[in-house]
């Protein structure tokens, strides 16, 4: 019998912080490894829309390294954001401790999954766990989208949604962000904990 269990998200770990001060930066994030299963051109395309049409300061910080064999496919994707002259923008952190990540959690605005698999990634629960509002195209999100997939949802390939959903996003109050993110949360805590997942691997055994 097949048993559906969570991730086993560390919500203790990954938790918000109260930003009482925010210094006007919009700070977006993704988070996983450069390969051909991300599409970050459409997400780099979208970021050069709003850098050439908004006048609010924001930055992108990609946090992952080449999967094994796929370095020149990410040297490719860095070349082609240098190619926009994003290099002020964008940031190649590379890989990224947990901790360190749930740390920089706490201080973005915003979480965009690239991945065109129709899988809900680890990483993306993470973010919400960090009660992070998220765009993403892949449907594996449903759970926790609910009535926000007007907002939460871009089409894939998109560029121009992508930037159009960037954009609101952007302008939403920080409360209003915040109230999204903890939707979020909500669910990751129900559903991806590490206690939920505890719980469903001893029922599984037991009802086995």
Not at 28 to 56: C, F, Q, W
Not at 97 to 122: F, T
Not at 171 to 181: E, I, V
């Amino acid at each position: 019998m097949k048993h559906i269990v969570g991730h086993g998200v560390d919500t203790a770990k990954f938790h918000p912080i109260l930003r009482p001060k925010h210094d006007g930066v919009f700070r977006m994030v993704t988070v996983g490894d450069i390969s051909p299963t991300k599409d970050y051109e459409t997400l780099i395309r979208a970021v050069s829309m709003l850098n050439e049409s908004i006048d609010k300061p924001f930055t992108l910080t990609v946090v992952g390294a080449p999967r094994l064999g796929k370095e020149v496919f990410a040297e490719e994707v860095r070349t082609f954001s240098r190619s926009f002259g994003l290099g002020e923008i964008i940031t190649f952190f590379g890989p990224m401790k947990n901790a360190e990540v749930a740390k920089m959690h706490q201080g973005a605005d915003l979480y965009i999954s690239m991945n065109i698999r129709s899988a809900l990634e680890k990483s993306v629960i993470e973010a919400a766990a960090a009660a992070l509002p998220i765009l993403t195209s892949n449907e594996s999100f449903d759970d926790f989208a609910h009535d926000y997939r007007a907002f939460v949802y871009f089409e894939q390939e998109n560029d121009v949604e992508l930037a159009e959903r960037i954009r609101h996003m952007m302008k939403l109050s920080y409360d209003a962000r915040h109230t999204l993110g903890q939707a979020f949360r909500a669910v990751a805590i129900s559903s991806h904990s590490t206690e939920v997942l505890a719980k469903g691997i001893v029922d599984a055994y037991n009802h086995g």
